[in-house]
């Protein structure tokens, strides 16, 4: 039996960006700390894949280790706190140290939205907390006001731009004019995006942040693979330039919408009115905007990512749990994901299209155009067209549609590229009101 004032072990898992600021802020803020908890709080070990490798952060080396299970298995240890990344062997140790009966914090989103529910329910049963503020949003607090705060509210939606990288890159092609391949490479240059970035760019990331935020905002369970992606690849400076002359900017959005029972949840690229606050997150910053039915809409912004801003998550989650630990309180789990919804299929999506394409440059296209989308009810809001300076007797044009279903405007898209008159369907992008 341990002494009142003895210290709350952590041991972390992890000490890269997000594990070395968690070591730094527990240390730099550790006068704080114990006032605000009651007892003192130790990284008592910490599991790296190379003990031997140089770090950034000063402390006592000799608590390094590449053994989980003198982390896993040491019964001093009382909260794992999780910031080494990836599904495996990640979700393995956090399994072990809820069963062990261990508290847990973690900052992994593909672990929490692939494998969330079924954690949260061992950690139940284990009398163990499992908290996980940093998996979505980084830096802001998102999920505790959520399912604290905001749980009298029936949540009607969720809007998002929850990748930080995609935001940096977008924002480089909308204010500067760089086209995707070069926006990417400062992107990398800059410690942003990864060397292998397809799970910022093909909207993985963001998806497995909406998993979590819709599985917790409707009380279900939406699993990332049945969430729409589209990454933003396929956007070029000139998709760009049309959004502003519109009255839009670009923005990887993140959405999820309760639809009387029904979810609808999507990550993709569209079209966002200049003057919307999704519109004015800029760089790597990120935000989150909830809607309830008695709150309406608050906005939460900040740093989505980077060392410091993820350790302040992840301290937050450490002292809560050390904090109940202290005082001697029981794990409260009230998170209840068990609400049956189905999930929408985006063929079933309504909402206003920006369509690009290539076609000859003389009388009657724009005409055969127009019946195609009429015969779909598909009802044009404006129209532009562009010379695009080929001389090759082609020209561009940019047709946006009131509100119109998806599977509509798919067909629409299929009999468009079958005319000889159109040389190509440059983009289809959605338009969020
Ligand atoms: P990172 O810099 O690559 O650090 C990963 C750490 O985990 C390293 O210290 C590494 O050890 C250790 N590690 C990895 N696999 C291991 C294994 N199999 N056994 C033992 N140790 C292992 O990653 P990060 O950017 O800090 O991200 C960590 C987590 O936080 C991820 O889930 C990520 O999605 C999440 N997150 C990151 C950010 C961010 O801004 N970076 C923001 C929000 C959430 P070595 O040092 O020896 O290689
Ligand atoms: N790759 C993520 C981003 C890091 O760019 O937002 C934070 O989860």
Redesign the pocket.
Known sequence: MRSPDSPINVGL?????????VLSALSRNGSTVPRSVGRPIRVARI?????D?P?DVEFDRQILT?D?ASVLKDPSIDIVA?????E???LDYIRTALEAGKSVV??????MAKHGPELLELAARRGAHLLFE??V??GIPILGPLTRSLRGNEIRGIRAIIN?TTNYILTKMSHEGTEFADALREAQELGYAEADPTNDVEGI?AGYKLAILASLAFHTRVAAEDIHLEGISRLTGRDFRYARELGYVIKLVAIATDRDGSVEARVHPALVPEDAPLAKVDGVLNAVEVEGDLVDRVLFHGR????M??AS?MVGDILEVAWSMANGLPAAGFLTLDREVSLCPISDLVTRYYIRATVLDRAGVLAQMASILGNLQISIASVIQKEVGLNDGTAELVITTYHSRERDVQQALRELAGLDVVKEIGNLLRVEE
């Open positions: 898992l992890g000490l890269g960006v997000v594990g070395g600021g599991l790296v894949r190379d003990p490798k770090r590449a989980a999780e910031a080494m990344g990836g495996y062997p990640a973690t900052a992994n989103k593909e672990v940093a998996s949003g980084g930080g990331d989505g990512a980077g060392s801003p993820t998550a």
